[in-house]
Each structure stands twice: as structure tokens, then as C-alpha cells.
């Protein structure tokens, strides 16, 4: 049984910044790429981050490249999403995503997710 819950978001300035975490479960990370989306009130679901299994790629929405960073610790099961440089069109609920069989840049359609944290930028 995988879960994923979120952790981190909240309220921040624009320009700020905030560090998400994502604690998984069940999941066998050997084979496994994990990442985030998002979803604004009102709009359609964005894929913004993935990694891959180990950690060796990664792959970015061109909306956030630079300004965040996704990285992961498998000893902890825990999936990071460093947000950095944030803009109000960065507000959204944020959810943690597993797949063990799409692309990376297909995070928004993965199988497995959490519930949300919501990230709003002011």
C-alpha cells in the first residue's frame, strides 16, 4: 500500500521561499521516479518536478527552472521541493507523485499521490 503525505506549505511573501517534503511509503524506490504538481484553483493540473529512480535525473516545468529544486532521501523516504524566488502565479495546492512506469515530465499523470499542501504567494 503506497502513501504519500505532504508537509511545508503555507503562506509566504513573493520572493520567498519554502521547502516542501514528501514522506512515502510502500514504495519501492529502486524503481521508482517520484516528483510534484500542482493545481490553482480553477486550472488545470501542472506538473512542475520529477526525479528519477536514484536520483540521477531530474526534470523541471520551464515555470519553475531555476528557482526550485527537487531532491530526495531515501534513507528518510522523504522527497524535497526547494522553492525559491516565489511569484503569486506559484500559488496552488502542491501534491507529491509516484510512478514506477511514466516519464518524468509525465509527473502530473502519475498513479500515486498525496492528499496536498496547499503553497500561497502573495
Known amino acids: 500500500h503506497v502513501q504519500l503525505v505532504e508537509s511545508g506549505g503555507g503562506s509566504v511573501q513573493a520572493g520567498g521561499s519554502l521547502t516542501l517534503s514528501c514522506v512515502g511509503s510502500?514504495?519501492?524506490?529502486?524503481?521508482?521516479?517520484w516528483g510534484w504538481f500542482r493545481q490553482a484553483e480553477g486550472k488545470e493540473r501542472e506538473g512542475v518536478a520529477g526525479i528519477s529512480a536514484g536520483g540521477r535525473n531530474t526534470w523541471y516545468a520551464d515555470s519553475v527552472k531555476g528557482r526550485f529544486t527537487i531532491a530526495e532521501d531515501n534513507a528518510k523516504n522523504t522527497l524535497y521541493l526547494q522553492m525559491n524566488s516565489l511569484k503569486p502565479e506559484d500559488t496552488a495546492m502542491y501534491y507529491c507523485?509516484?510512478?514506477?512506469?511514466?516519464?518524468?515530465?509525465?509527473?502530473?499523470?502519475?498513479?500515486?499521490r498525496g492528499q496536498g499542501t496547499q503553497v500561497t504567494v502573495s
Open positions: 510502500g514504495i519501492r524506490y529502486s524503481h521508482t521516479c
Open positions: 507523485a509516484a510512478d514506477p512506469y511514466r516519464r518524468l515530465s509525465d509527473v502530473k499523470e502519475y498513479h500515486y
